[in-house]
């Protein structure tokens, strides 16, 4: 009887301990979990410090790869929000070496890195890092969206502007792009016609942007204010002088950087058509604004002292 009893003591000891255990463990899962949401709120609120302390918590408590690399995804996107851009490049960098971390982790450090490199102004391995992105297996439609945009624009940025408005037009012939992408890229298409000198062209591409529903109000502002440029370009003053009218009237609230460009360009369009009083009163608001954009506000000036010759 007393060996009975001494075994089953040992049996309830034995589950107390295997029971403890799994909440140990379970309970060190949870932290994981728990620390990285902390982030993730952290984040939200633009706490990048906090944030990146709570990443870097979350990565020496991950107990499987996927947890290891989303933790390191996090890292790389706070250190870019601290613009410290060379050690957001070295996480994702370190997320690529590792063969054991998820695809879809490797495909977005690749073009995290990517971007990263083009903010350092290295070109040459940004295009290399989309160049690879691209030719990697199961990328979706939105992350080839994403590579073609950024690819453009690089182009655009080293006035390649024929390979910037083919890399354009390949991600606009992606299906399943969502909306924001598709504008953007239909945006960095017309700027690149623009450049090129393609004007009717060009129009044609923002005219397209500015029928998408549902666009971003910053998006809509580039499109419009660059269309206006482009008829200007094409010597249609009466259509240019329409837009940036629109431009000023649908978004009073765009900022004294756009703003202070759209009444520029009115101006300069409404003298070549002889009105000088409007133009010049124009001229005088770019003049007297107090956050206007630093290239406008001299520009005006020199328009204002030769009309006052």
Not at 185 to 195: E, G, K, S, V, W
Not at 243 to 251: D, G, M, P, S, Y
Request: aromatic share 8%; with cysteine; proline share 3%.
């Amino acid at each position: 009887m007393k060996t009975y009893f001494t075994m089953q003591c040992l049996v309830m000891l034995m589950l107390v301990f295997v029971v403890t255990n799994v909440g140990l463990a379970q309970e060190k899962a949870a932290t994981y979990q728990q620390v990285f949401t902390q982030g993730q709120q952290h984040r939200k609120n633009k706490q990048h410090k906090q944030a990146l302390a709570s990443y870097q918590e979350a990565k020496e408590l991950a107990k499987t790869p996927t947890q290891t690399s989303q933790a390191y995804i996090y890292i790389g996107h706070s250190y870019r929000s601290l613009r410290q851009w060379a050690k957001a490049n070295e996480v994702f960098n370190q997320i690529l070496k590792n063969d054991k971390f998820p695809h879809g982790h490797q495909i977005q450090a690749r073009y995290h890195l990517a971007v990263g490199q083009r903010t350092l102004k290295q070109l040459d391995e940004a295009k290399a890092n989309i160049a690879q992105l691209l030719a990697m297996e199961k990328v979706s439609p939105i992350w080839q969206g994403y590579a073609y945009l950024l690819d453009s624009e690089i182009a655009s940025q080293t006035k390649d502007y024929k390979y910037a408005i083919q890399a354009a037009r390949k991600g606009l012939a992606l299906e399943k792009i969502n909306v924001h992408q598709r504008a953007s890229l239909q945006l960095t298409l017309a700027h690149a016609l623009r450049a090129s000198k393609q004007y009717d062209e060009a129009i044609k591409a923002y005219q397209k942007m500015l029928e998408m529903k549902k666009t971003r109000p910053n998006v809509q502002i580039a499109g419009l204010h660059h269309l206006g440029v482009s008829y200007m370009n094409n010597k249609q003053l009466d259509e240019a002088i329409d837009v940036f009218r629109r431009q000023l009237e649908t978004f009073p609230k765009q900022g004294p950087s756009m703003t202070s460009w759209a009444k520029y360009r009115l101006a300069l369009c409404l003298l070549q058509q002889k009105k000088t009083d409007e133009a010049k009163e124009l001229f005088e608001q770019v003049v007297k604004m107090p956050k206007a954009n630093k290239h406008v506000k001299p520009a005006a000036q020199k328009q204002l002292d030769k009309l006052n010759k």
